[in-house]
């Protein structure tokens, strides 16, 4: 005889209950693989092993800060593909010219290459951009004041990792040297694509974009008081 009983929908009460839980898990999960990373690069045995993580932690970091994206509308994957392909291509022209931030080419720490530049990085990009651009909206400045805050942040946090990722086999500049060139060019890029962002009409809420700045950025500022 089949079944005739259905279950019960779930409380709405239990929903929320459980869901109270996922920001904390995602700010747990962030912390432990970079905590991980930290240690593996810096006191590990085997520090190379850490390095061809980087990918893999990156796209973690990417799916847990877009999974508490709440709106998935025409307006958002448009920025998503607009800001990826940009920062990709910029970083294409940069490796390929010397323009926009100077000389330099990239390792294999990042993962698999087109045109001499990881496929990761515009996924970089477009992280920074979203996440700094959240953060500024915190506050209640012009929509042009945000964007150059924005900007500002990401300069900051690429301040910091300029000179770990030549350690570590991210990329390379000419002469072991990171010009002024490459913040010059950072900041005029981050604006622009800053600018797009408070512009853009999706949702700007996300609960675990600050998390990931901070992390990335302490985790960064880590690595280079190690150097």
Not at 40 to 62: A, C, I, M, R, V
Not at 127 to 146: F, S
Not at 178 to 206: D, E, T
């Amino acid at each position: 005889m089949p079944e005739t009983t259905q279950k019960a929908p779930m409380p709405p009460a239990i929903l929320l209950r459980y869901q109270s839980y996922t920001l904390p898990a995602a700010i747990a999960v962030l912390v432990i693989f970079h905590g991980v990373g930290f240690w593996g690069l810096l006191f590990s045995n085997n520090p190379g092993y850490f390095q061809e993580l980087t990918p893999l932690n990156l796209l973690l970091t990417n799916l847990l800060l877009f999974s508490f994206h709440r709106q998935w509308n025409g307006a958002f994957i448009l920025f998503a593909v607009v800001v990826a392909a940009v920062g990709f291509l910029a970083e294409v022209v940069g490796v390929h010219t010397g323009l926009l931030f100077g000389n330099y080419t990239y390792g294999a720490a990042l993962g698999l290459k087109l045109w001499n530049v990881p496929l990761l990085i515009g996924l970089n990009w477009l992280m920074l951009v979203y996440v700094t651009g959240h953060l500024v909206n915190l506050t209640k400045l012009h929509w042009l004041l945000k964007a150059i805050l924005g900007a500002m942040l990401m300069v900051l946090l690429d301040f910091f990792i300029e000179p770990v990722a030549m350690k570590y086999d991210f990329w390379s500049w000419q002469g072991n040297t990171i010009p002024f060139s490459n913040y010059a060019g950072w900041m005029a890029l981050a604006f622009l694509l800053q600018v797009y962002f408070q512009q853009a009409s999706f949702r700007k809420q996300n609960k675990l974009s600050a998390y990931v700045y901070a992390v990335q950025l302490l985790f960064f500022i880590g690595l280079y008081l190690f150097l």
